[in-house]
């Protein structure tokens, strides 16, 4: 399975992480029992729109989470981001993910 990602438009806030998203995301990590390889990036660009990434673990485990967010988002399949910041996982599991 391939990584995917959402694009966000701005937010207009100071924290670039979409909360929503995040808050959902934890609870599917936590509810799987922190699979290995699950890992949720976010990068924003100089326009401030948010693009949301996530592995092909995170992929396996997130089919309600992208039925729901594809009615308001278009989900895209992606290579593995490059300096994006980790918003859901283990630290040291997803750094060795983006290299």
Known sequence: MDWLKI???PSGSDIPAPVRFV???KKIY???????????YVSVDETQTRTV???PVAVNFCDQ????ASHAHKVYECDAPIGAD????????????LN
């Open 30 to 40: 936590k509810e799987h029992n922190y699979p290995q390889g699950f890992c949720v």
């Open 53 to 55: 990434y996530f592995s």
């Open 86 to 97: 980790k918003l859901v996982g283990d630290f040291e599991d997803c750094l060795r993910l």
């Open 23 to 25: 808050y959902e995301l």
């Open 7 to 9: 694009i966000l438009p």
């Open 65 to 68: 989470f992208f039925n729901s």
